[in-house]
């Protein structure tokens, strides 16, 4: 039979807690020790593929990768953020050789990337019709690993257009990201296969290098019947770098789930070649898919992909849409220029926030109304009630009670019982950052945040603040729970508003 502790926390550790929160403006991160020390982590995040426009499953890496940099990076990890972007492999073979047909004078007149993503489908349909083009596109390969400068030229050229068009996808989510691509590796592929030859794991089928694990119905092919190296050798060489050469304590991959099997493969193997540590973590965050509000893939109303600038651009438009219907209905005072802004955090943040509130496993619904509500466990109604917080610790300030100065007398924070609720769940922060470095689940940060602001909004329904008899210890409050509602804010990478 299970037997129960029953605890009960201090008042005043609570309320001491709470005031120095106020006082600092910063929630403490859980302490480094609790991980062992100070780590060495690589993420693998975003990772889009070169001449191919970036669609919903890259958002989902790129902003759930993010979120686990964060988190990694508050607790104080050495964190290494890298984009491992497919710019290699035989699809480079039609995209070189269709460039010389299509666009004979691309050094001066390079296609952009809209172009490109057409080009990149009439590559392939050419690939697939014309055995000519077929046996060129093959030879192309091969002079372009062989170093060939035309070749290399025009590689570089559609490295550079998508390069340009993922940076401005970046730049508008405020992610920052190291591009490592799957080239950087082709050179260490060939000793990556000697060491797994040498640990007595590769065995040949068929003419090709292959590496049969238990459980796995099929091997991690490290070398093709052709002798040409593709997905898997480079992912073994990128993880034996990064282990041996790199000297990373933990690599954390953010793919759809559909890789799963691939990287538990690629980890296995590793381990078996004697490429990990005891310390050492491998791990793979996947996630599911993006669906649109019938259930199925998530696509345009003309059956297209959805482009990802397209996406944002819509949740931005939309939200601007509803700020100024809120100025016209007097709800809001913020001026045209500031609505523009506000429009673009919070239509960003309703994006990233529908994405990282559930665990990432699950296929999740993509719908613009649901992510952009002004009620509901979404980031407008957190952002809403953040501004509105913020307004009251503005207006005690302006009656003469600044939180900051009251938070350094001693003073009972937990006289209320909404305010000690309060004041409890302002303290598991730390607890809760710890754990999403350790399970790399940033749908924690979420469930919090949203608890606080619940819990938040219980107390200020039963607790008047401004100029009530515990105004100052109110307002002490409203201030910590400030702090650590935009420390979740900057964990998920959502910009928040001090006035809406
Ligand atoms: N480029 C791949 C894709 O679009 C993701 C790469 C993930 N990282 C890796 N090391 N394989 O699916």
């Known amino acids: 039979p299970a037997g129960f502790v029953n605890a009960k926390i201090d008042d005043a550790l609570l309320g001491d807690f709470c005031r120095e929160v106020a006082q600092q403006g910063k929630a403490p991160p859980p302490p480094i020790k609790a991980f062992g020390g100070k780590r060495k982590v690589l993420v693998d995040f975003s990772s889009p593929n070169i001449a191919k426009e970036m669609h919903v499953g890259h958002l989902r890496s790129t902003i759930i990768g993010d979120t686990i940099c964060r988190v990694l990076e508050y607790c104080g990890h050495d964190v290494h953020r890298i984009n491992h972007v497919g710019d290699w492999g035989t699809q480079f073979g039609m995209l070189i050789s269709h460039m010389e047909e299509a666009y004979p004078d691309f050094t001066s007149n390079p296609p952009n990337i809209t172009d490109l993503t057409v080009f990149y489908k009439n590559a392939k349909k050419r690939f697939d019709d014309d055995e000519a083009f077929k046996k060129k596109s093959r030879e192309t390969v091969v002079a372009l690993q062989a170093g060939d400068p035309r070749c290399r030229e025009i590689w570089a050229l559609l490295c550079d257009i998508s390069r340009k068009e993922f940076a401005r996808v970046y730049k508008r989510l405020g992610v920052t990201l190291e591009e490592v691509g799957e080239s950087h590796y082709n050179s260490m592929i060939p000793n990556a296969i000697s060491l797994l030859e040498k640990a007595g794991l590769v065995t040949d089928s068929d003419g090709a290098s292959t590496v049969f694990l238990e459980g796995h119905s099929f091997p991690l092919i490290v070398k093709k019947s052709d002798g040409g190296f593709g997905y898997d050798s480079t992912d073994i060489a990128a993880i034996h770098h990064r282990l041996k050469t790199l000297g990373v304590d933990w690599v954390v991959y953010v793919t759809d789930l559909g890789q799963a099997e691939h990287f538990h493969m690629c980890f296995e193997a590793a381990e078996k070649a004697g490429w990990t540590s005891a310390e050492g973590r491998l791990c793979h965050v996947g996630f599911g898919v993006v669906q649109g509000e019938d259930g199925k893939r998530f696509k345009t109303r003309s059956g297209e992909t959805v482009r990802l600038v397209d996406l944002l651009d819509e949740s931005v438009t939309r939200m601007e849409k509803s700020l100024k219907d809120r100025v016209a209905e007097g709800k809001c005072a913020l001026s045209p220029d500031e609505v523009k802004s506000a429009a673009e955090k919070i239509g960003y943040g309703a994006v990233k926030y529908a994405d990282l509130h559930q665990h990432p496993a699950t296929n999740y619904k993509f719908s613009y109304d649901k992510m952009l509500s002004t009620s509901g466990n979404t980031a407008v109604y957190l952002l809403f009630a953040h501004a509105r917080l913020a307004s009251i610790v503005r207006k005690a300030s302006a009656k003469g009670v600044d939180a900051k100065k009251a938070a350094s007398t001693k003073m009972d924070l937990c006289a209320h019982p909404k305010e000690r609720a309060l004041a409890f769940e302002l303290t598991q922060f730390s607890g809760v950052v710890a754990s999403v470095a350790e399970e790399f ?60």
């Open 441 to 500: 689940l940033p749908v924690r940060v979420c469930d919090y945040l949203y608890k606080v602001s619940c819990k938040f909004t219980e107390f200020v329904t039963e607790c008047k603040v401004l100029d009530d008899a515990r105004m100052a210890e109110r307002v002490v409050l409203c201030e910590a729970t400030g702090v650590v509602m935009r420390a979740c804010f900057d964990l998920l990478g959502i910009e928040y508003l001090m006035q809406i």
